[in-house]
């Protein structure tokens, strides 16, 4: 006897379902967002809520089309120090953005440690998808961002999270970022995604969060990105 | 009345397609199989890999479960107590690739399905990943247990007494939509395997699962209540109703968790309400 198909018989005096509540895996997906003071220059920081806003109607697609993940966000924020926005893993139908503001330094060290804790809380449960994350800065960081790095890295889902970022302006430091990228994919992008304009930021944003969130879901330990990264990423002018 | 040891073994599955696969226009890229042998059972279980580099998974996992239930039952034949599971493990690996070859010789690779597998990978040939798969086999006589595994998905043991187990080594690799897998080139190594004699066996009931059954429960500690929940079906409802709601029940699983969801079980059959009813005994 054997087989790999199966149809669904009529309910007729089976007995209940043994075993307790069923549900999709969680996947959970971060953002990791500058608030320090210099994402106050430019309009930065009304840009970067506007693209977290348009962006979760977009996940929320994702969550739909897709099945086989309930996708969980959190947010956290980095200046002087870090702070939870969205600290518990909230469906992305049930997230309501609530502007950022911005002020002080770029503690991005300090957020990847704390992104740290939470990562590797996820690996209590042997099934856990690899986490998406995407970091998005402006600028320089003002703490210890290898310490930060080394932490993420030494967790046990860290190196199998998908990781992207993204670069606003010309001050950011692209090096940084690329290494946040870096989980020895042979096809992890070298680079950040840069974003010089709000339009940018939007479509850098919506297509980091879309690409982590499918490849997390969706992705194989040996499949290619299966959302390639659109090539109008970099239109428009440069204003910041 | 027919006089049946207390060893003696029923045993049923049932495959379902996932949510995922079903929305996608996928097969179903489980397979699995159970063989009956006069001293005792073969079952095994298969999981296709998913992702677009793995274009005949499904091919995959039905060559693994052929393969193992031939190779179980050899043993089986060959009246050891118990099979060697290093050699077992050899026997398998070496006949999936020869099955393997022997399909990728008589249907090539076609182009759009060498551009979809892509440059060798790491771990293994292009050919053999096309077919990657996961493989879960046990091999239960009245004298031992044998299980055997590559890669994710279950084998749980339950006791009458309400013990549950996983006896099979975990493998830590297998995290994050990682598996290790059949086609990998020194696949051999990454195998685990658990014998069980005298104390702890026999088992009262054994679980044989592909991830999606686990993985469509919301409570990560899922085994133990499933597990009393089949030993109590098994000892107060006849056989043939459990074999009939499993199906029902992936049904549940798979379009909850989304992925394709495959189940065998193995039952003692002096557990069971008919089988007591046909000795004499219990309280039918």
Known sequence: MGGNEGNRPARVDVPARPGTQLGRLALHFFLVLDCSGSMNVGGRIQALNNAVREVIPHLRAVADEHPGAAILLRVLAFSTGVRWVVADPTPVHDVRWVDLDAAGYTDMGKALSTLAEAVEAIATDGRALPPAIVLVSDGEPTDNFDLGLQELNMTRLGRHAVRLAVAIGHEANTAVLARFQDTGREDAPAAPLEAHNPEQLVRAIKWASVAVSLQASEGSWEDDWLVPQPTDLSEGPAVW | MVTRTEAEWGAFGASVTGAAHEQSGLPN???????????????????GHGGSRFVRSQLGA?????????????????DTAPPDASALTTQVVDGWRDRVAGHVAAHPLTASEVAAVGDRAASAPQERLAYGTTLLMVVVTRRYGLLVQIGDGDIVIAHADGSVTTPVPDDGRNIASHTTSLCMDDTERHF?????????????????????????????????????????????????????????????????????????????????VDERQECGGGDG
Do not use: K
Request: aromatic share 8%; no cysteine; proline share 3%.
């Open chain 2, 29 to 47: 890229q489980d397979a699995f199989t159970i063989r009956r042998h006069r001293d005792g059972i073969v079952a095994a279980v298969a999981d």
């Open chain 2, 62 to 78: 039905r060559f693994a479960v052929e393969v193992a239930a031939r190779t179980g039952t050899a043993a089986l034949e060959s």
């Open chain 2, 192 to 272: 685990r395997s658990a014998v069980l004699t005298g104390g702890g066996w026999p088992a009262d009931v054994v679980l044989l699962a592909t991830d999606g059954y686990g993985n469509a429960f919301v409570d990560p500690l899922w085994r133990e209540q499933t597990m009393r929940d089949y030993l109590r079906l098994f000892t107060t409802r006849n056989t043939s109703s459990v074999e009939a709601g499993l199906p029902v029940w992936l049904a549940d699983s798979a379009a909850a968790g989304g992925d394709d969801t495959t189940v065998v079980l193995l039952h003692r059959l002096s557990l069971g």
